[in-house]
């Protein structure tokens, strides 16, 4: 048998084991969808498998697989362990990854070279902080915004070259209030001319600020900053992403939370005029075959292909969904909007703006502490949200997604107001 007629057998052998969990995605898919659209939206539970009195409310911090991406994740383990060698290094998978990898650029609106398949989003900051030549004199700057996992990695590299972080301190308490212009502004003020990198999140992940990347983009580049990275852990799969359009270099996020795949999973964006600046964190042997794609930053030897291929059929459930997202989040967030504007306690610290908001809410809270509200919230009545004590709030952050009702947040903020009374 000739090399290439038994590479085809192969092929031939993942796709046929692939085929039923594609089919029973369609199908739950479908069923999904038409539940998104019914008017007895409590049955869109059936898609994931959430426990039974349990109101999660905390999808910024990690996402819930629906069962059908979950099955078809565990048929890619089977198959996988039917012949691992096959498998991993047999390189019957690598049509189906790099099927995955389509689907991300089709997400992030760039093409399949710019796009690596990482763990997560702080691999994704580690990369840019260690690999791109910075050195004496420049500045990377970003806001009391940005989350560790996209802060402490450049703090560490800091230190050992040379270079300066500076980190500004965002005025959350005047969110509510702010436009589109202000928020520009603000921004664009910090950058200095030895300002190399600026580094921001699309979507923070304390009070959900959608930032107008573009237009800050722009400024930037405009006042001469070299590099523009953004952390869109919590935008991937909240809200439509478009990495050209944005204007910028890089790209990371953390699919595991709003794209609701196998947890450890990441995509990061080099554009490709960028990535010739940036080293590979991790070397091994054979990179220099994926010279001129990002596919390099991403080879670090073995990994999980299994939950990489479960991230292709979470990205095409979400893909399905994405006609009734921005109006189902809509809907949810104006309901969170009545319930804190009708109780005396509560007070809404998140964006007014709709074109800043996002599905990520902050709630703040007077007279008790966030964490035992939280604890309560869990322990009697089953919502799990996340507290926070920082930057001035004592707030609980509320991140409904799709399989959340109206319905049930009414039941969450009953429980608030016992929880306050
Ligand atoms: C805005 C933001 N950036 C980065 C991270 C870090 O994500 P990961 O642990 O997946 O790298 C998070 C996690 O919550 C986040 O919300």
């Given at each position: 048998m000739t090399a290439t007629r038994r590479r085809f057998l192969f092929e031939l052998a993942a796709v046929t084991a692939a085929l039923p969990a594609v089919t029973a995605l369609v199908e739950a898919t479908d069923a999904f969808e038409e539940h998104v659209r019914a008017?007895?939206?409590?049955?869109?539970?059936?898609a994931y498998s959430l426990a039974k009195g349990v109101g999660y409310l905390n999808h910024a911090s990690i996402g819930t697989i629906p069962t059908a991406v979950q099955e078809a994740h565990q048929k890619y383990l089977s198959t996988c362990e039917s012949n691992p060698w096959l498998h991993m290094w047999g390189g019957v998978w690598d049509p189906l990854r790099e099927e995955v990898r389509g689907l991300a650029a089709r997400r992030l609106h760039c093409t399949t070279d710019e796009i690596a398949i990482t763990r997560n989003t702080t691999e994704g900051f580690n990369l840019l902080a260690q690999g791109l030549p910075l050195g004496t004199g420049d500045e990377v700057v970003f806001s009391s915004l940005n989350h560790v996992g996209a802060s402490a990695c450049w703090s560490a590299q800091a230190k050992r070259r040379g270079f300066t972080v500076r980190s500004w301190d965002f005025p959350v308490d005047r969110v509510p209030t702010l436009d589109e212009d202000a928020v520009v502004a603000l921004h664009t003020r910090q950058i200095t001319e030895r300002t190399r990198v600026l580094c921001l999140p699309e979507i923070d992940n304390l009070v959900g600020l959608r930032l107008p990347i573009a237009r800050i983009a722009k400024a930037a580049r405009s006042k001469g900053v070299r590099w523009i990275a953004v952390d869109g852990a919590q935008a991937l799969g909240m809200v439509p992403v478009d990495v050209t359009a944005q204007g910028i270099d890089f790209y990371a996020a953390s699919p595991h939370k709003w794209i609701q795949c196998p947890k450890g999973l990441g995509l990061f964006y080099a554009r490709s005029a960028a990535q010739k600046a940036l080293a590979p964190m991790i070397m091994t042997w054979?990179?220099?075959?994926?010279?001129?794609?990002?596919r390099t930053f991403e080879d670090y030897g073995t990994r999980d292909l299994p939950a990489l291929l479960a991230l292709g059929d979470a990205l095409r459930f979400q893909t399905r969904l994405d006609d009734s997202r921005a109006k189902t989040y809509a809907s949810l967030r104006g309901h969170c909007r009545e319930h804190v504007a009708d109780h005396p306690k509560l007070t809404w610290c998140s964006a007014g703006d709709p074109r800043l908001a996002a599905s990520l809410h902050a709630v703040g809270i007077e007279g008790t502490a966030a964490p035992a509200v939280a604890d309560r919230l869990f322990k009697k009545h089953g919502f799990v949200v996340r507290p926070f004590r920082t930057a001035g709030l004592n707030a609980l952050r509320v991140s409904p997604n799709l399989v959340n009702t109206r319905d049930e947040l009414t039941r969450f903020f009953g429980a608030l107001a016992k929880a306050l009374a």
């Open positions: 008017t007895d939206p409590m049955s869109l539970s059936d054979g990179q220099d075959r994926w010279k001129g794609s990002a």
